[in-house]
């Protein structure tokens, strides 16, 4: 079968720092991705794993332990404009489409 | 330049009909998909193609078809449309093993 869990909600303060955690039980794995989307608009591409460790690219990190089925999103300096929902994907065995998680959707307020 | 794009943006229609949205990329990728998000924005595949394969969800219903006359097109064309079909649907495209570009989404309300 198929699970990705990640909190449905968070939210933060400008500046601060948040990281939203996805736990995946997947049949396969061939990577795990995450995803932004802002309300009304198309997921963008933010950051990919696919081997053990942290990858870092700004103002986001993203971690991932394939033996624990884990993974996290750092989002550092929170600003306004990170109030959108974040969605985690592993990429199935074919390694073609992915697998999303039901998203978190994160709250910035100043 | 738009990267993925979608036609129409939101489309209106009476239960059983049938309705086709048209997806097209330049980016040059050889694998496209579409997915379907429904009100509570879960995201879910529906088909990926490359210019070889097709591989579908098996729970999508068979009134769901894609046609691809070439590979920076994929469309999808919709059958007897329900009311369950109401969602939001995205296209996609990737290199083979890359990450996904998305589509701007149509927004399908069926009445």
């Known amino acids: 079968g198929q699970n990705i869990d990640q909190p449905t909600e968070m939210t933060a303060t400008e500046g601060a720092i948040v990281q939203i955690n996805c736990t995946y039980q997947t049949s396969g794995f061939n990577g795990l991705f995450w995803y932004q989307q802002h309300a009304g608009e198309a997921p963008t591409f933010l950051s990919y794993n696919v081997l053990d460790g942290l990858e870092e690219k700004g103002r986001f990190s993203s971690f991932l332990s394939r033996s624990k089925g884990y993974s996290y999103l750092l989002l550092k ?16 065995q074919a390694g073609t489409a992915l697998i999303f998680g039901k998203g978190t959707t994160l709250s910035v307020s100043s | 330049d738009t990267a993925v794009s979608q036609t129409p943006k939101y489309l209106v229609t009476q239960m059983g009909n049938d309705k086709s949205i048209k997806c097209e990329q330049n980016l040059g990728h050889d694998t496209m998909y579409w997915y379907k998000q429904d009100s509570k924005k879960f995201l879910k595949i529906m088909f990926s193609y490359n210019n070889k394969e097709l591989i579908i969800n098996e729970t999508v219903p068979n009134r769901f078809s894609p046609k691809s006359p070439d590979k920076a097109h994929l469309n999808l064309h919709i059958n007897s449309l329900e009311l369950g079909d109401s969602a939001v649907y995205f296209c996609a495209s990737s290199r083979q093993g890359a990450e996904q570009y998305f589509g701007p989404g149509t927004r399908l309300t069926v009445t």
């Open chain 1, 77 to 92: 300096e929170l600003q306004m404009k990170d109030s959108a929902s974040y969605l985690c994907a592993v990429r199935d």
